[in-house]
């Protein structure tokens, strides 16, 4: 059971189905605060969750062991430069900001030696399935790595890499895919509309479809692409669906979207990590 206080800096949807997900596997509520500059998004997070928020920096942060970094990365400069003064040495850094590196957020927090994790979680974290990965710049300790490890395995699969520049890869496929696999289902269900199954009928059976599909290729020890071969009779309907989807350039639109993804992530690394004021 993890018994550190977590702070979380920003309050808004990743935050949320992390907090949503440490709630659901049982963490004390009293051990999670949250500072969130938006009242509506701050009040919701303690009606739902019962946790403690804070409308700015606090003396909450002092005894923080775990200070997640959840704003935009387009904020993150800034925020960890004004935390800089009040960073508690026994702190352990945990950023889910996409593309930003170890080594600037380091050097905008200007204290030598601090352990700092990149997390890239998704957010079905809310539900205990969520996929993270981390790495750790090497001022991070074993048991800190542990530690952030705990915090995102309480909300699902936790994968290590050891490369930083691979984040970004990560990124653009658990990051970023859930609203890949959210767009097949709404595009789905609009074509189950047309062909007149009720709204319902086609929301369920295409969310149940899919679950049911990941489900199998999770506990399966067939790959994808068997699975798939098992549901396409020869002459069948599947052939003929797959047939359009291949004929469309789904593999192609695929690889575009997530390279996209993945430069896009690059790019925000390369373009947030200047110095603003130098
Ligand atoms: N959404 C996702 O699926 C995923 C997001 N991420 C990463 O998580 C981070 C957050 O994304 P997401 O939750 O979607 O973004 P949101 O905009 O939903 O949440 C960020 C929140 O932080 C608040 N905020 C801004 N400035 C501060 C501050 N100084 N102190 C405290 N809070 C502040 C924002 O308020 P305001 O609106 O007023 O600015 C906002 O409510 C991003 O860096 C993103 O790359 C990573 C993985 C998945
Ligand atoms: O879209 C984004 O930039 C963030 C990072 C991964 C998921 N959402």
Redesign the pocket.
Known sequence: MIQDKIVF???????RSLIGGLIADKMPAEQIHV????TE?RQRLAADFGITVYNAADTVLEEATVIIL????Q??Q??IK?LSPVWPPQALMIS???GIHTDDMARWLNHAGTAIVRA????PALVQAGATALFANTQTSTAQRQLAESVMRAVGLVIWVENEQQMDAV?AIS?SG?AYFFLVMEAMQAAAMELGLPEETARLLCLETAFGAAKMALESKHSAATLRHQVTSPGGTTERAIHELEDGGLHGLFENAIVAAALRARELGHQLGQDNDT
């Open positions: 800096i920003g309050g808004g949807n990743m935050a500072i969130e500059p938006q998004t959840a704003v935009k990365p904020m993150l800034q925020v004004s889910i900001a996409a890239m979680p998704n957010t990124t990051g859930p």
